[in-house]
């Protein structure tokens, strides 16, 4: 596929009928993965394609994987994105990512691109280690090794963040305005902490360029979501047969899709309140009801079914025992949390959560939610329990659920089988695991994991008695005990 051929491709198809050379280059997205390719990307494409801007075009940045540049630079940035549904299936050709730079090899086009007066707007998917702030404290790491690297040669970053301040200092001194740097990644005020990382690595550099950082660029916050797993060969090979699209590198997705942002721009505001996000004043309650729910549901389900030897989101959630024990731990322990949420009915929403989940033609691997525990327990579920605690409120399936992230941890499954730990603190949180066995409490006095939670003797016995009725059970049997109708949420 390439431009070449979007013509043959129109039959079967949804394809680019704006004119790409128009669109004026003005978002530079860093980290360019799938989940930017099924999400932002193609909010932007349908203000293109429905002919509402062609200001707002997208430069596309890779930090770290040079298969993307290569796929893209051979299909003059066009790509599939196919929205599976449970009856039927929707693919479209997005073409709105008009240049697509291998930041290792391209650093110079990359700054000068950020530095382009065109550009208003930057838009991120780093992941929260890439903004290299910790999450408990909030501190910015300045001492990191790449953070250092950095500042000692600002003209060659390594980094997302040092990319963004090199570029707004080469605006400052040529009396150009600033982007509006938005966060999408999926981390508690994201805004908030791309601010912290931006304006602590400036100050590091030059404390005048970090005040006019702080008082002119605009860091809002946004909440993001739609179901992306990674794509596979059998993907490829079933779009070039379903669609006759032979697309090195598609996107898998589901049809839902969501954003959210603040509505804080510092250079111009895109008009994609005209293709379905929605801005306002906070996005915080939009935040934590996803966070809490979806993510903190992906990630009981990716462990406790992992366990029970599911593979796959949709075939856990086939199985009444999981599908029940989720939607009783969002209904009676995590929304009864939650403040309401303007414009959302929150019964409606965890009921689109299940059909979402459930969803066959996804089949979203576990193996994909189990990843990054370090960082996704702690703000997805350990939050919940927390604040359950604090206020006398049931959370023994929430519980339920960091157990079998603890026996997750020991790396093998019931049977023995393998279980991969793809996590930047899995060795030291595995060790841990293994050192008590039955026992959490060395796992618990992990303090940047569980913070002052680890030190609640009270959900340490509850998370013992779970990790040890895993062990002796099975996760299948008690994950059915715990889900049962009959069974008590306690507070304990």
């Given at each position: ?19 790409r050379a128009a669109l004026i280059p003005s978002v530079v997205h ?308 939650l403040p309401p949420v303007d414009g959302i009915d929150l019964a ?145």
């Open positions: 596929m390439n431009e070449e051929t979007l013509a043959h491709h129109s039959a079967r198809v949804t394809v680019p009928t704006y004119k860093i980290s360019v993965g799938s989940f930017h390719r099924s999400h932002q990307a193609v909010y932007f494409d349908d203000l293109a394609q429905r002919g509402l801007s062609t200001d707002w075009g997208l430069v596309g940045v890779g930090l770290h994987r040079r298969e993307m540049q290569e796929v893209l630079s051979a299909q003059d940035g066009l790509y599939t994105v196919v929205a599976r549904g449970q009856d039927a299936d929707e693919a479209r050709v997005v073409g709105v990512i008009t240049r697509y730079l291998f930041a290792p090899d391209e650093a110079d086009e990359v700054l000068d691109a950020l530095a382009d007066e065109r550009t208003r707007l930057t838009t991120l998917t780093i992941t929260a280690d890439g903004y290299y702030v910790e999450p408990a404290t909030g501190a910015f790491l300045a001492d990191d090794p790449q953070v250092l690297a950095d500042l000692a040669e600002p003209g060659r970053p390594g980094t997302a963040i040092g990319y963004l301040v090199e570029a707004l200092d080469r605006r400052r001194r040529a009396g150009l305005p600033p982007f509006t740097v938005l966060s999408c990644d999926n981390i508690p005020g994201n805004g908030a902490v791309a601010r912290t990382a931006v304006v602590a690595l400036a100050r590091m550099r030059d404390e005048r360029l970090a005040r006019w950082i702080d008082e002119h660029v605009a860091f809002p916050s946004s909440m993001v979501d739609r179901i992306t797993p990674k794509t596979s060969p059998e993907d490829r090979e079933w779009v070039q047969r379903a669609f006759g699209v032979c697309d090195r590198w598609p996107v898998m997705t589901e049809p839902f899709s969501q954003w959210i942002v603040e509505d804080e721009f510092a250079n111009g505001r895109p008009p994609l309140d005209e293709v379905g996000v929605q801005f306002v004043a906070d996005v915080r309650p939009y935040a934590l009801m996803k966070t809490r729910l979806l993510n903190a549901s992906h990630s009981a389900l990716g462990y406790l079914g992992s366990l029970g030897g599911h593979r796959t989101t949709d075939k856990a959630m086939a199985d009444p025992v999981f599908g029940d024990f989720v939607a009783r731990m969002m209904d009676e322990e995590i929304a009864p949390l409606q929403y965890q009921a689109t959560l299940l059909e979402r989940f459930a969803n066959p033609a996804i089949g979203d691997r576990l193996s994909r939610l189990c990843r990054n525990g370090s960082t996704k327990v702690p703000r997805h579920v350990l939050s919940s329990i927390s604040e359950a605690r604090a206020t006398g409120r049931p959370h023994a399936l929430l519980t339920l659920a960091v157990a079998g992230w603890c026996r997750y941890l020991r790396g093998i499954d019931e049977h023995g089988r393998a279980l991969p730990l793809d996590d930047p603190a899995g060795d030291r949180l595995q060790a841990l695991a293994l050192e008590g066995a039955g026992d959490p409490r060395p796992l618990l006095a992990d303090q940047a994991t569980f913070g002052s939670l680890g030190a609640d003797t009270g959900f340490a016995d509850a998370l013992e008695h779970d990790l040890n009725d895993l062990e002796a059970d099975g996760a299948l049997a008690v994950v059915a005990d715990r889900a049962s109708a009959d069974a008590p949420l306690t507070t304990a």
